[in-house]
């Protein structure tokens, strides 16, 4: 069956978001012309600007599909799973999304929409206003699980859900460095720590097996 004008923009749109992803983590914003990300999704440039106004409406809707697909992943585990450590976990690898190819692609693009931010004050207000948005969806999630576990927050919601966004996106830059620099137990033990909450005591190794005496 022909597809419809509908389908045939869905495709487009999405051609366009999965070019500008490779093209802009690997080459930088900047260094990518909209005529590139065109050429790379088999589309004109007229296209990319129908569907997005341009490679800073391109870079925001990009961002917004990731965070889309990100709740979408997460919800289950930080709404569903049981044990408080597990839905930490959760965050945590939803963030740095193991399971993917370029499963840190969104970090560099992060990196990217700050620093176009920082130098236009009309983008720069847009992406603090989507901050704001993320801190107030997070604030929200830390009421319900200090009612469903039982433990007072350290400080204001929304402040405390500003101090764990700094946490994960640091510890998710380091880590897109060097991941041994930053395991997992070092973020979970940090996010306790910000949520007030006891810290485990790391594993001890082992005792090593008695060698058994020769008579």
Do not use: C
Not at 65 to 77: G, H, I, K, N, S
Not at 129 to 136: E, G, I, K, Q, Y
Not at 155 to 180: C, M, N
């Amino acid at each position: 069956m022909a597809r419809t004008q509908e389908q045939r923009r869905a495709e487009t749109r999405a051609r366009l978001i999965a070019a500008a992803a490779d093209l802009f983590a690997r080459k930088g914003f900047h260094a990518v012309s909209a005529e590139a990300v065109a050429d790379a999704a088999d589309r004109t440039t007229g296209a990319l600007y129908d569907h997005f106004g341009g490679k800073e409406g391109l870079l925001f809707a990009l961002l917004e599909v990731w965070m889309e697909q990100t709740v979408a992943d997460l919800r289950p585990a930080l709404e569903e799973v049981p044990a408080l450590d597990d839905r930490l976990r959760a965050l945590w690898s939803g963030v740095v999304r193991h399971d993917q190819e370029n499963a840190d692609a969104w970090v560099l693009l992060e990196f990217e929409l700050w620093l176009h931010s920082v130098r236009d004050p009309q983008i720069g207000m847009a992406v603090a206003a989507r901050f704001d948005h993320a801190r107030a969806g997070l604030a929200e999630g830390l009421d319900r699980w200090a009612e469903e576990f039982d433990f007072a927050l350290p400080g204001p919601t929304l402040e405390v859900a500003a101090q764990v966004i700094a946490l994960v996106l640091g510890a998710a830059f380091q880590y897109r460095l060097d991941p041994a620099a930053v395991p997992e137990h070092v973020v979970l033990a940090g996010l306790r720590n910000l949520l007030g909450l006891q810290v485990p005591s790391a594993p001890h190794a082992a005792p090593a097996a008695r060698k058994e005496k020769r008579p």
